[in-house]
C-alpha cells in the first residue's frame, strides 16, 4: 500500500505529484469529460435513485422496527449507532439533489429531494444548494461556508479529541438545532424551517405508534442526529478538504482517499468518498464518480502517492500538528 506523500507540515500533496498531463482525448485541461465520455457520465440514474431513496427509507425505519421487535438492549445500542451512519446516507442523497442530480426531472429532483430526503434529516436543501454550490465555485474563497470545517489542519492531538468530544455530546448538534429553531424568527427562513419541524412531529407521532414507545424518536433519531452523525460528518469532511488550500487545482484543494467497503458502509455511502473526482465536474451523478475516478486514474492525473491509503492514514496525520 503506497503511503500518501504530503508536503512537510501540511495536508497538502506533494508539488511533483501534481503533473501535467491534462487534457486528453476523454479528459479537457480540469479534467472534465469530453464527448462521448461525459454524454455517458452526466446520464442521471433514475430508476436507480427510485431505488436508492426508497432504499434510504426501509433500512432507517427498518433498523428502528427489528430493534423493537427484538426487544433486547443489545439491538437498541446497534440501533443507535446505525441511525448515525442512516443520517450519512440520507446527507448524501440531499447532497445530490442540491447538484439537482438525483432525477432528471427538475421538480421530481426538488420535491423528492426536499420532502423525502432533505427535511426529515434537518436539512434546509434550499439554504443548503446556495452554499453548497459556493463551496464549488471556489473552495476555500471568500464565500466558502464550511471553511471552519477545513482549515488549520494539522492541528494537535488534544485539539482534534476536543473536536470529536463536542460532537459525540451533543453540543455540536444542539448548535445546529438552535439554528433550526431560530429560524422561525425569520420571515425568508420561516417557511422551510417549519416544514422540517413538521416532518419531526410526523416522525415522532409514527414511531411513537408504529413501535409503542413515544422515547423512540427523541433517543433514536434526534440523539443520533446530534452525536454519532457529527462525529461522522466532522471525520469526513476533514477527509474531503482539511488542511487543503484555495487553487484551480482540485487536487490541491480536495484529498483523495483509498475506498475501503468498512468506510463506505459508515461513513461515504453513494460513491461519496470519490471526492476528487466529484469536484473535478460536479454535473457527474454520483453513480459514475468511480468511472470518471479510473479516467483521471489512466491519465496520469491521480498518481500513486496523492492517494490516501486509508481513512485513517488521514486522520492521523492531521492530527500531528
Known sequence: MTAAVRAPGTMEPDPELLTDVLPTATLGPTGRPLGELRAELYRIPDVANVFHVAGLWVQSVGVLALANWWGNPAGWVFAFLLMGRAFARFAILAHEAAHRLLFSNRAANDWVGSWLVAYPAFVPLEA??????????????????????????????????????????????????????????????????????????????GLWVGTGHWWVYP??????????????????????????????DRR???????????????????????????HVDIGVPFSHLPRLQQELEAAGYVRPGLEWPSYRALWRHARSG
Open 128 to 205: 443548503y444548494r446556495r452554499g453548497h454550490m459556493a463551496h464549488h465555485k471556489e473552495e476555500f474563497g471568500p464565500n466558502e461556508p464550511d471553511v471552519m470545517l477545513y482549515s488549520g489542519y494539522p492541528i494537535t492531538a488534544d485539539s482534534w479529541h476536543r473536536k470529536l468530544r463536542r460532537d459525540a455530546s451533543g453540543n455540536s448538534g444542539w448548535k445546529n438545532l438552535r439554528a433550526l429553531l431560530l429560524a422561525l424568527r425569520s420571515g425568508g427562513a420561516r417557511p422551510v424551517a417549519l416544514r422540517i419541524l413538521a416532518w419531526q412531529v410526523v416522525l415522532f407521532v
Open 252 to 278: 490541491v484543494t480536495t484529498h483523495q482517499v483509498r475506498q475501503s467497503p468498512t468506510a463506505r458502509f459508515w461513513m461515504v455511502p453513494f460513491n461519496t468518498g470519490w471526492h476528487l473526482a466529484h
Open 219 to 248: 433517543v433514536f433519531w434526534l440523539l443520533p442526529w446530534m452525536t454519532v452523525w457529527r462525529v461522522l460528518n466532522r471525520l469526513r469532511a476533514v477527509a474531503e478538504h482539511g488542511g487543503m488550500r484555495a487553487s484551480t
